[in-house]
């Protein structure tokens, strides 16, 4: 996780973004802190990446790459006003003891790419270029699913689709295109499928351990639905986030 110390809505690059609503520097850091602590409480390890000042959006630390196996990807944005990020996010695999790759087309890390069991479910349309997902399938010597993505709103799969353990996802069909929500019909049967107001606040943006599933206060329907699905959902108030378009999973670089 990174700390929101620079963060701000100082550019719009996705719906979300209004640089004219005033961000609170300070609500967003007792925000985070209070994730930061759902997690440590939860039995989690936590590690903090330095952020940089001129990048507001590095709290986003999903972005960042992708580590599976053993193998480290770093993150190449789509747009230049984050393109600064993958240096710092690659410093700090280096001093994890990576050695990180970059592939050559745009893949914005954990926001488009998400491991269900030994499959990435990799989202394209908006971000993440889908050339990239054959370079991190040969990278990662795993079978990747190409799903495109269509509403600007749901920009990173990672807004449209939250994995909750190794066979079961949560989404939001209309996110995606017709072929995709076909693909994602076959594979996963039953999905939990949540309703809009739980999307649009972006409710499926979670980080689960399999049981506990952290998400957005907000998505009261959904962490109605996870309950009874077996799960235990922990709402976190990440109000002050979600101006910059992210939530629990986007502030959340998952290491497998
Ligand atoms: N402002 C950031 C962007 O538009 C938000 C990124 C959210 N991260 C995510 N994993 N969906 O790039």
């Given amino acids: 996780m990174t700390p929101p110390t620079y963060f701000a809505v100082e550019y719009a690059i996705n719906p979300w973004m209004d640089v004219d609503r005033p961000v609170d520097a300070r609500v967003a850091q007792a925000q985070w802190e209070a994730l930061r602590q759902t997690y440590l409480r939860l039995g989690h390890r936590v590690d903090v990446v330095e952020p940089v000042p001129g990048l507001p959006d590095m709290v986003y630390a999903a972005n960042g790459g992708f580590i599976a196996r053993d193998i480290a990807l770093v993150a190449r944005f789509r747009f230049a006003e984050r393109a600064g990020e993958s240096a710092a996010y690659a410093e700090w695999m280096s001093s994890l003891g990576y050695r990180p790759v970059s592939t050559r087309h745009v893949n914005e890390g ?147």
Wanted: glycine share 10%.
């Fill in 110 to 256: 954990q926001g488009d790419l998400l491991m269900v069991g030994d499959t990435v479910l990799a989202g394209y349309g908006f971000r993440t270029d889908r050339r990239a997902h054959s370079e991190i399938s040969a990278a990662l010597g795993m079978p990747v699913v190409s799903l495109e993505l269509v509403d600007p709103r749901f920009y990173h799969l990672d807004t449209a689709l939250g994995v909750l353990d190794d066979h079961t996802i949560a989404i939001y069909p209309p996110a995606f295109g017709a072929s995709a929500r076909d693909q994602l019909r076959a594979l996963f049967p039953d999905a939990i499928v949540v309703g809009s107001a739980d999307a649009y606040v972006l409710g499926l943006n979670v980080v689960s351990d399999g049981l506990h599933v952290v998400l957005p206060s907000a998505a009261t329907g959904f962490a109605a639905q996870l309950r009874a699905a077996g799960f235990e959902p922990v709402g976190v108030d990440l109000s002050e986030l979600l101006k910059g378009g992210g939530s629990v999973k986007c502030c959340t670089l998952e290491v497998f």
